[in-house]
């Protein structure tokens, strides 16, 4: 019995110093080369060339030739990673790893895509029998998915990539906002990496706000300027790793994958390592005056009367259908309160917006926003809140959510004896944000005519 014990003992430490011997003891846990040799590939087709055949109208079939099955392959470079989970299945390519002529998004079902194509990796890809067209203004490969480019399937697209042996720096193109906002001529930029430089966060966001919301999975634009106030949007995605860092306060540069998303410009960094502000800001006067907790608003310092707009230092108060009647203080029974109505102003439609200057919502807090409104002769619902965190001063290019509030209604016959309390509007989901409140009145004179007054817009934690 103790002979059969020695046995089974040498067997099993034998066994072990086998597995011992074949482990290989490395730091480096990334994916291991998949491929030793460069897969012999015939390239017969660039991104140039594929992009050419979409003329802007529905998403085009790609093939050498009407009815041709010859296989279609392109090579380029990879730019895009979805590592930090700021890029979500896309892989975005390039024809070169510098000075690239053409750069195109590959539409794809297939997630952690750095893991085997990483920035900077060469790959050749089968484009034949895939369609090329747009993505809410995005060049983009993929499926046909009604009359818009869908996503390739994991099967599909892992038989159709294959991955080079080559893995080289690429060298962002230095480009100024001026050139990735100009759509006549930014195609060309679309989908590569870029630099800016000299750039930093409007003063109000740098080192206050964060790359995006960290208490929720929405999106969020974020604007960056240069020394000139011209001023480019960054996208961040609610799950991207980074997004509850704050936004740094200097100037410097940045590096970023160039997109569009219908006709507004943005830039998607990697990480954070794309973002380098290190250096002395620019002194610009910047979007207007934050404001910190508690806010109070009733118009009472301000002259009223007829025809006197509302200018308020910080506030924006603009009239976006070309014409001149903005908001106006006006005053009853002693009390000052602001107000506008489509009524005999001649534009059809009529729409005016008032904003607030930034409002700085402590972290942890929960601010209650509550505001007063009364409506005279009333036909029809004009007015409407909402909220944005990347106001830049056009009301037009912000992003902004509705928010649900009571609103004075149905006095037909004249005003309302008293005004209506909107009831507490929570913003503690934008706790830690600059946030502007806009007032939006959209009208018609042929139209919805409706009187609205505002009163005592507070914001409190």
Known sequence: MKNLKNIKLISLLFLLGIMGASCVHDDDYNVPEINVEEPNVDVNTTIETIKRIYRGYEPKVIEAGEGSTRELYLAAYVISSDETGNFYKSLVIQDSPENPSAGVAISTEATNLYTKYEP??????????????????????????GDEVGRINIEDFEERILRSTEKIEI???TITISQANDNDTNEVFLNT????????????LAGIAHYGNPGNT?????????????????????????????????NGEII??????????????????????????????GNGEIFDLPFFQDFESHNSGAGIPLDIEGWTNINVSGGTRVFEVMEFNSNNYTQTSAYNSGESPFEVWLVTPGLRLPSDSSPILTFDTNDGFFNGEALTIKIATDFDGDVLTAEWTDLDAD????????????????????LSTYAGE??????????????ITT???IDNISVIE
């Not at 006095?411 to 909107?422: K, L, M, V």
Request: overall charge negative.
């Open 407 to 426: 609103i004075s209604a149905g006095n037909s016959n004249g005003y309302g004896a008293e005004f209506t309390p909107s009831g507490d509007i929570d």
């Open 171 to 173: 060298q962002p193109q």
């Open 434 to 447: 600059i946030v502007y409140i806009g007032f939006q009145y959209l009208g018609a004179s042929n139209g």
């Open 193 to 204: 990496l870029v630099k800016f430089e000299n750039v930093q966060f409007p003063e109000g």
């Open 218 to 250: 929405y999106s969020v634009n974020r604007q960056l300027e240069n020394c000139d106030e011209e001023t480019i949007v960054l996208r961040t995605s609610g799950y991207s790793d980074f997004k509850g860092l704050l936004l740094p306060e200097g």
């Open 451 to 453: 009187t609205y007054q």
């Open 120 to 145: 900077g990796r060469k790959v050749y890809f089968r484009v034949d029998g895939l369609y090329i067209g747009e993505y809410a203004g995005l060049p983009t490969i993929g499926i046909l998915d």
């Open 256 to 285: 970023a994958v160039l997109s569009r998303f219908n006709n507004d410009v943005q830039l998607f960094i990697r990480d954070i390592d794309d973002v380098n502000m290190n250096n002395e800001r620019c002194n610009l006067s």
